[in-house]
């Protein structure tokens, strides 16, 4: 090889390699060009611009392959527009501009001897001064958290606006154990951790995804999520697709405020996710675009100080977990629950429990936020002002103005089609009256017949039988219900057979026959006289006149039944084909 050559790619290969495993500083991403990104060595984790939604703003994300992003410079509300850029300064910072060239994020990196930048395989986003890590976005966590990063904790909680916990794992008295640094880590296989140098095993499991030690290429990661719960994902590479796999609160209605401040929180049948409403219509949406930021009262308490009410919630209690105070709890019946509260001015609700437990709860916090389930065993109380104007129920909409239109509409389609119907029996019936003997029309008349005959009820009837034409009809039939498919004919076969063009066999015997199953005596061959041992329940048994029913009722299993009804056919000549037709037809399609 000549030494350009050599040279040419020996550049070449440092340049590949370098574009992938560290980034120099100088170099940008721009906004403009989302497809422009700097990978993982192994391709699994690229960092770049992505779109928010439809809008013309875009985020600087960390993405596992396929799109789920893992990391975010900054916070939700740091965007910039399609002008902005993330550029890796020669100072060692990293930063995010946007179209006006203001910063709106900085890794605050600069003077701390950065020499390179790069995004590991584990979807690490490293600046380095030689070998020595300076800064991670693994140690800048936004909302999730994926294998190999590790969150230093305290007790694992769930809290709201920093003070109301509504979650605790980990850290509870029934871990007996004094933590030094406890650290918070996803194992790769799905496993949610605890590490400690005080446990005795080393760690603690917090929680298993439901795909644990499944699938070799999936990522797991656990998320934060904007609805208040802490759940753990599953995605596949390069789907983008991802699954719930656990979440620390199975029922979304237990998160704190998920339906703001008066809201109440609950399902209906229809939905899984959770339906936010007001208590009453003494109540309404602080938002009406948006349900989960709760109610307030169309009339404060303060203004109709003597004519308070309390408002009934069923099922319904009151997620507050900051502690009770003594002096709101009290052991005491539904009506003194309810009585008590209206008579203390602090008080603005409360719950009785029909638990077994005969307490009741008053509330004296302004944050109010409501659960109600048809299982749960309480009864709520909200103080409102004048008389109490519960929700309409659930189906019902409060049409206003359009409701008297809308009913003039529904009146007139209710006319119509009662009108349409009458003409419809009017005209089934005349066609009943001329034409049920018209042989044209047979074959209807023989299914309504089929039911008739289901039904076990005696019917007489004056045509003549062709034996003939009978004996062929229950020899066809009992090759339609053999046991083995390929032993039934083909509807062509049949037709044949029906009509004499064939000589029939005589067909093995039904296996529901030859076991005896319906009246321990075996029949063997497919003979008439053997029929009549069919009808235990027709009125009138009779083997000579082939006009009597043979119906079989009650009919108790599925073979039975259509044995029971190809022999009621057998007998009515006249309806015979289209009954043979729908036995056999109905048998080889099963
Ligand atoms: C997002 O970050 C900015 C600073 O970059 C900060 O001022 C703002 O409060 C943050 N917003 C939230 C919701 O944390
Ligand atoms: C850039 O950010 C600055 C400061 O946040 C803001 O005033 C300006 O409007 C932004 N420019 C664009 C084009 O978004
Ligand atoms: C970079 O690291 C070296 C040691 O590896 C240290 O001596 C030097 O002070 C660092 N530079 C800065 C600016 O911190
Ligand atoms: C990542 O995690 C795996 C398995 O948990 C471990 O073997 C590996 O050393 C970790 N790598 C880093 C860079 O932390
Ligand atoms: C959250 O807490 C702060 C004080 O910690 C308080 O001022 C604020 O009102 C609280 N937010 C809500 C929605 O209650
Ligand atoms: C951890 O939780 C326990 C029980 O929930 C509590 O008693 C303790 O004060 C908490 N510790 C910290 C540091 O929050
Ligand atoms: C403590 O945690 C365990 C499991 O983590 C749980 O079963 C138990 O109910 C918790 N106890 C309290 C008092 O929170
Ligand atoms: C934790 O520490 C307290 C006091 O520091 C001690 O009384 C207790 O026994 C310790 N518990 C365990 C499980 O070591
Ligand atoms: C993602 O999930 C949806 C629904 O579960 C499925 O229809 C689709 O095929 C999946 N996409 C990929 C790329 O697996
Ligand atoms: C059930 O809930 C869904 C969404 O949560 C909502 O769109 C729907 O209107 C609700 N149905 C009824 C009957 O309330
Ligand atoms: C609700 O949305 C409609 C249409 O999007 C808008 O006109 C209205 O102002 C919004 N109301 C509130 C309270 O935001």
């Known amino acids: 090889m000549k030494p350009r050559n050599l040279l040419f790619s020996l550049f070449l290969f440092y340049t590949v390699t370098t574009a992938q495993t560290t980034i120099q500083p100088g170099t940008t991403l721009s906004a403009a060009n989302p497809g422009q990104t700097w990978s993982s060595p192994n391709n699994i984790f690229n960092l770049g611009f992505s779109q928010v939604g439809v809008s013309s703003s875009y985020t600087l994300n960390i993405n596992y392959n396929g799109g789920v992003p893992i990391w975010t410079a900054g916070n939700a509300t740091t965007t910039v527009d399609s002008k902005g850029s993330f550029q890796f300064l020669s100072s060692g910072s990293l930063r995010l501009i946007n179209g006006s060239d203001a910063v709106v994020w900085d890794s605050n990196t600069a003077r701390l001897g950065v020499t390179t930048a790069s995004l590991d395989d584990f979807g690490n986003l490293v600046l380095k001064n030689g070998t020595l890590t300076v800064w991670s976005s693994f140690d800048i966590p936004t909302d999730t958290i994926v294998p190999n990063q590790t969150l230093s904790t305290g007790n694992l909680t769930l809290r709201w606006n920093d003070t109301i916990e509504y979650w605790n794992k980990g850290l509870n008295s029934s871990v007996d154990a004094n933590l030094t640094s406890p650290t918070l880590g996803l194992q790769p296989t799905g496993i949610l951790t605890i590490f400690d140098v005080a446990f005795t095993s080393g760690s603690y499991i917090v929680a298993y995804s439901n795909d644990y030690a499944e699938g070799s290429s999936r990522l797991r990661f656990l998320r934060l999520e904007k609805n208040g719960n802490l759940r753990l994902y599953s995605s596949d590479i390069g789907t983008g697709n991802t699954t719930i796999v656990w979440s620390a609160l199975a029922d979304q209605c237990e998160i704190f405020y998920y339906c703001g401040n008066m809201g109440i929180c609950s399902y209906n049948e229809s939905s899984s996710t959770p339906n936010c409403g007001c208590p009453s219509e003494n109540f309404e949406p602080v938002d009406v675009n948006d349900s989960r930021q709760g109610c307030k009262r169309k009339v404060e308490i303060e203004s109709c100080a003597g004519t308070a009410t309390m408002l009934v919630l069923d099922n319904a209690k009151f997620l507050t977990y900051q502690p009770e105070t003594l002096s709101q709890v009290y052991s005491s019946g539904i ?141 066809v039939s009992f090759w339609c219900i053999q046991d083995q498919p390929s032993q039934r004919p083909p509807m062509g076969k049949v037709v044949q057979m029906l009509e004499g063009i064939f000589e029939i066999e005589n067909p093995p015997a039904p296996k529901a026959i030859t076991e005896g199953s319906i009246h321990g005596t075996s029949i063997m061959s497919s003979n008439l006289s053997a029929l009549s041992t069919f009808a235990p329940s ?29 022999i009621s056919a057998a007998f009515r000549p006249k309806l015979k084909p289209v009954i043979i037709h729908t036995i056999c037809y109905n048998t080889r399609r099963r």
């Open 335 to 475: 009506s003194a629950c309810r009585m008590m509260c209206l008579s203390q001015s602090s008080c603005i609700a409360s719950t009785s429990l029909s638990d077994g437990t005969g307490m009741c709860y008053l509330k004296n916090s302004v944050v109010i936020i409501g659960y109600q389930n048809p299982e749960l065993p309480s009864t709520s109380f909200v103080k409102v002002c004048g008389p109490t104007q519960p929700n309409p129920p659930p189906g019902v909409q409060i049409a206003g103005k359009s409701k008297s239109s809308r009913l003039h509409v529904w009146v007139v389609l209710v006319v119509v089609l009662i009108t349409l119907l009458g003409l419809i029996a009017v005209e089934g019936g005349l066609w009943w009256w001329c034409c049920r003997n018209s042989p044209k029309f047979g074959s209807l008349s023989a299914q309504y017949a089929l039911l008739e005959y289901a039904s076990g009820a005696p019917r007489l009837t004056d045509q003549d039988v062709d034996m003939q034409q009978v004996r062929r009809a229950v020899q």
């Open 538 to 566: 027709a009125p009138t048994p009779s083997s000579s006149s082939s006009n009597q029913t043979l119906g079989v009722s009650p009919l108790p299993s599925g073979r039975k039944y259509r044995e029971g009804i190809f």
